[in-house]
């Protein structure tokens, strides 16, 4: 893993990691000691791609699909879920946003707008 | 009315005690799962006990059933009524609870009562879902650490011998619960195995509140929750 890439989106500005919660300052408890992050997936309906909702600790997968479904789908948000341990995804850095995503910027033609569309193909 | 009494008011004093666990919980994300379940129990209460009320004839509400009678009116079993304890005894509860309420509530919803069989279908989901949460919280403290495993069996050796009230005969309800012990075993025993806990003997069976015996410890449980409605009749949100 290079030096700049994170184990957590946002973790260089205030997100918490599982390694976080067992170096907490010494005003209160580890309460988290033993539970890792889990982010959580949720497809609002049949046909849509799972969106990212949030997250949650808890001891296993198990358990942590089981909390998303508690947390998240309360309210019929979803019809599927995903939970994938917050230290499994590897996220771009604060730091490289420049190097990044700027380049992308003044390359308008990289946008499917120099196209003539045909007629009678509206959604296309 | 009184089968209907005793599915509502198991539900309400379940709920009434779950509800004790909010912002109390072990963590964040059971507080919100113990608070569901609450709800989950408060919503089939309500309809019961709306249900029973109306059966009786005597122009009382779900309000006026829930907040109005005394201790020796509620036909609830005993085992709802029980303190939270620690959480492997809150855990305990709930499983056993879940364990005779699924087979149960699956009945219902083929009885003949068309109004009680909707209620009841709508429950069993729910409840089987209250079933998992205690199952797998079941699973992971019994086979857990040396510690976890010593609370886990002391919460369930406290709870079984409460669980024979349960399957008390009742050949005038709908479904006899009495019918239902080998379906509540056959969830409760492999459970239990998995988790490698002792199934504890069946013994003392200590039993009376489907006749409106019930421990102490239920009237300060109305105590608190009637009070609101005893002080202020009729307060609403």
Known sequence: MSDHARTLPGAGDGGRTPSDDTSRPANGPARHGGWPLWEVFVRPRRGLAHHHVGSLHAPDAELALRNARDLYTRRQEGVSIWVVPAAAITASSPDEKDAFFDPAADKVYRHPTFYEVPEGAPHL | ?237
């Open chain 2, 1 to 237: 009315m009184d089968h209907l009494l005793a599915l509502g008011d198991d539900a309400l004093v379940a709920a009434q005690r779950l509800g004790e666990w909010v912002a109390a919980a072990p963590e964040l994300e059971e507080d919100i799962a113990l608070a569901n379940i609450a709800l989950d129990q408060l919503g089939a209460a309500r309809m019961l006990l709306t249900y029973a009320g109306e059966l009786e004839g005597a122009g009382r509400d779900e309000d006026a059933l829930a907040y109005l009678r005394d201790d020796r009116e509620f036909r609830n079993c005993l085992l709802v009524e029980l303190p939270n304890g620690d959480f492997a005894v809150t855990m305990a509860k709930l499983l056993f609870l879940a364990a005779y309420q699924l087979p149960l509530y699956t009945a219902l919803s083929g009885c003949a009562d068309e109004r009680l069989a909707a209620i009841a279908g709508k429950a069993r989901k729910e409840v089987a879902y209250h079933l998992d949460h205690a199952r797998l919280w079941t699973l992971r403290l019994g086979d857990g650490t040396a510690e976890s495993h010593r609370r886990m069996q002391s919460a369930v050796d406290e709870i079984w011998p409460y669980t024979h009230e349960l399957f008390q005969p009742d050949p005038t309800a709908p479904v006899d619960p009495a019918g239902l012990r080998a379906e509540f075993l056959a969830i409760v025993e492999p459970v239990l195995a998995e988790a490698t806990l002792t199934r504890p003997a069946d013994g003392w069976a200590p039993e009376g509140g489907r006749r409106g015996l019930h421990t102490e410890h239920l009237s300060y449980l109305l105590a608190e929750m009637q009070v609101l409605h005893r002080a202020h009749p009729g307060a609403r949100w």
